[in-house]
């Protein structure tokens, strides 16, 4: 049987913790001798797609060139970790549309509340200072029942806890892979 490799995609706001959890899920599969490569939303944003803006047209440029390098990295077996914020249900369907059905997503929730407390890149503090637009009253839509399926709420589990979780939900899609 053909192995398929997958897309993991951890989307929601700015300090969540889909870098934390999409780094961890990255070193779990690694630790287990699974082909994965981690794309980082934020370090993208500032090399690759450094030439955009976060008007929701420029966000949408964005997920589709991150959606393309995943898919094309995903075509030569690799499965691929991604987190970014994907705020917009159109950003996310232009992903689905990408990746197809080796998409798998994760919804990494926290209220607004506690990823302004949390502010681990000082985003928000410097949304609060005028320095960054269209953060804290850009839209988030929630996700869909297709984007739903697997959804952690970093609020109430602790990070140990909402790691284990992605990581059966990982085993699920690749059960291929002895993990």
């Known amino acids: 049987m053909k192995t398929v490799a997958k897309v993991f995609w951890l989307f929601g706001r700015s300090g969540a913790g889909k870098t934390t959890l999409g780094q961890r899920l990255c070193a779990g599969l690694r630790d287990r001798h699974i082909p994965v490569i981690y794309l980082d939303g934020d370090e993208l944003r500032s090399r690759l797609c450094s030439d955009l803006g976060f008007k ?24 691929v970790v991604v987190s970014t914020m994907a705020p917009e249900h159109l950003h996310r369907d232009l992903v689905g549309k990408i990746l197809g ?3 798998v997503w994760f919804y990494i929730h926290a209220p607004l509340a506690v990823c302004i407390e949390r502010d681990p890149k000082g985003i928000y503090q410097r949304a609060k200072e005028g320095q960054i637009k269209l953060l804290i009253d850009y839209p988030f839509e929630p996700p869909r029942p297709q984007e739903s399926g697997n959804q952690i709420d970093t609020s109430i589990q602790g990070i140990d806890d909402c790691y284990q979780t992605i990581l059966e939900a990982a085993k699920v899609h690749l059960n291929d892979f002895a993990i």
């Open 56 to 79: 929701s047209e420029a966000r949408l440029e964005n997920h589709r060139r991150i959606a393309e390098i995943a898919r094309l990295l995903n075509e030569q077996g690799l499965n």
């Open 101 to 103: 059905r080796q998409l």
